[in-house]
């Protein structure tokens, strides 16, 4: 029996007179091996090294950026955060090529194969013909992914992989959407940690494919999951909804399932608006100043007189602020969040997205998040929100969602831009001490019923107390003042 070799993560090679170690390591798109050669010298010295190096630079071509993404893994800059990296990789499931094989999601596999054939005798096809649809745009949707995701998988492979988890994926949300899941014996733990996964990044398949699965279907059935797939995508926006939920984007067409969460979740950028154009004239000065000024805690606005409220909108990007009472009253509107056990992941992938290479955007997630954490640094800074019903706290305590904000903000380069106007507004109110003065009174006097009671009670005391002594001091004469002037002038 031969002996096993060792598995080792680093392996040196002889290269000339260089040696070149191979080390584990990611690249910017995911965990590929990276050479890194260590005689730099000895290659210097060889000519025809240095023409092909000079011939494939000027045939590079750098990172082409387009606003349909490939599906990809998480950018290793995210993937360096320890705390963070689980909720990258999927729980119970694997869907598409880049985990696809894992053994720890073997026992998934039945499920995706029982929903999948569900659907199957639901579209009225067979697997066959829906195998040759796929075979058909095959090109097409292997293009959907980075090319190092997909290489090693031919194209019957992955056109396998790819119908089994899509008809999976649709089946699962018309299942979520109708309440049926106990008709299939799957579990209620097992539906959440599946919800999860269908919106992490690297779980992903191409919107295009599930376009065209559901486009198998007879055209009662096409409508109705459609309108699942709408409802799934509302459900899981951890928004509280309004007469009103924001729309995607338009003549934009999303990438993925996740990408359609993102887009609903901001809505259009044109209707919420977001720079200085906002801003009236005289204002449009003041931005440049006031750049460098952060945005102030919840409880830091609090004191300086502005009042936190629920925005009427479900969108992320409708943040404003508002001068009410001749303009002595600040009022900041934020969108409601309701933050439990799924918000971090989808944070987190939400972000992982906006930051792929190749995904030209206005990093809406990412400015929102920033701006949020901004505004938590404490417990009692979620405790404000909560009040306003901002914030609908399923996590458990104001601490955790508070550490949670933070933790999510750290790193993150948002679009400076998105929520300029709402900074600079903010920061001029807080200068002025008039505001600060207002907000003391206002929290000293009308915080709770009591300390309003308080206050008319005093109030009405000094009132009375007043009168009692104007009363006393200049008081008109009465008939017992005239009977004793009288009675006087007879002594």
Request: charged share 30%.
């Amino acid at each position: 029996m031969a002996e096993s070799k060792p598995v080792v993560s680093k392996v040196e090679m002889p290269l000339k007179r260089g040696v070149i170690r191979i080390e584990d390591g990611e690249t910017s798109q995911g965990h590929d091996k990276r050479v890194i050669p260590i005689d730099q010298e000895a290659q210097k010295q060889s000519g025809s090294s240095r023409e092909e190096r000079i011939k494939m630079f000027k045939e590079e071509n750098g990172v082409r950026i387009s606003k349909t993404p490939k599906i990809q893994k998480v950018i290793f800059l995210l993937r360096d955060h320890k705390e963070f990296v689980k909720y990258y990789e999927p729980r119970v499931v694997s869907l598409g090529p880049i985990h696809h094989g894992n053994e720890k999601y073997q026992l998934a596999e039945t499920f995706k194969r029982k929903l999948a054939k569900v659907f199957v005798d639901s579209s009225g096809k067979t697997i066959e013909e829906i195998c040759k649809a796929v075979d058909g745009k095959i090109k097409e949707l292997r293009e959907c992914f980075e090319e190092e995701v997909t290489k090693k998988y031919n194209d019957v492979d992955l056109a396998w992989i790819l119908v089994i988890d899509g008809c999976a994926i649709l089946q699962y949300i018309d299942l979520a959407i109708n309440d049926k899941f106990k008709d299939f014996g799957i579990k209620n733990d097992s539906v959440a940690f599946c919800q999860q996964d269908l919106f992490l990044l690297e779980n992903q398949v191409p919107y295009r494919l599930l376009e065209l699965l559901m486009s198998s279907s007879p055209k009662p059935v096409e409508d109705a999951l459609r309108k699942s797939v709408e409802k799934f995508i509302k459900r899981n926006h951890h928004m509280v909804l309004m007469d009103k939920s924001p729309d995607s984007e338009s003549g934009k067409h999303p990438t993925h399932l996740l990408d359609l969460l993102r887009s609903s979740l901001l809505g259009n950028a044109k209707e919420n608006g977001k720079t200085e154009g906002n801003l009236p004239t005289n204002q449009e000065a003041r931005v440049r100043s006031s750049d460098s000024q952060s945005c102030r805690t919840v409880q830091e606005i609090k004191a300086a007189g502005i009042h936190v409220k629920r925005s009427k909108a479900n969108s992320l990007r409708n943040i404003s602020f508002s001068r009410k009472l001749n303009r002595l009253l600040g009022v900041l509107s934020l969108p409601p969040l309701i933050v439990d056990d799924s918000t971090g992941p989808k944070l987190l992938n939400l972000i992982a997205h906006e930051m792929c290479l190749d995904f030209d955007n206005d990093f809406g997630i990412s400015s929102y998040v920033s701006f949020l954490d901004s505004l938590i640094d404490q417990a009692n800074d979620v405790k404000e929100l909560r009040k306003a019903h901002v914030l609908f706290n399923f996590l458990g305590s104001d601490e955790e969602v508070a550490k949670l904000f933070n933790e999510i903000g750290t790193d993150l380069v948002p679009d400076l831009d998105e929520y300029k106007h709402v900074r600079t507004q903010i920061q001029e109110y807080y200068n002025k001490k008039w505001g600060k003065w207002l907000g003391e009174f206002v929290h000293n006097h009308f915080s709770s019923p009591w300390t309003v009671l308080a206050f008319l009670g005093a109030l009405l005391a000094l009132a009375l107390s007043a009168t009692q002594t104007w009363y006393a001091v200049d008081s008109p004469p009465g008939p017992c003042d005239k009977f004793c002037d009288k009675f006087n002038q007879n002594l």
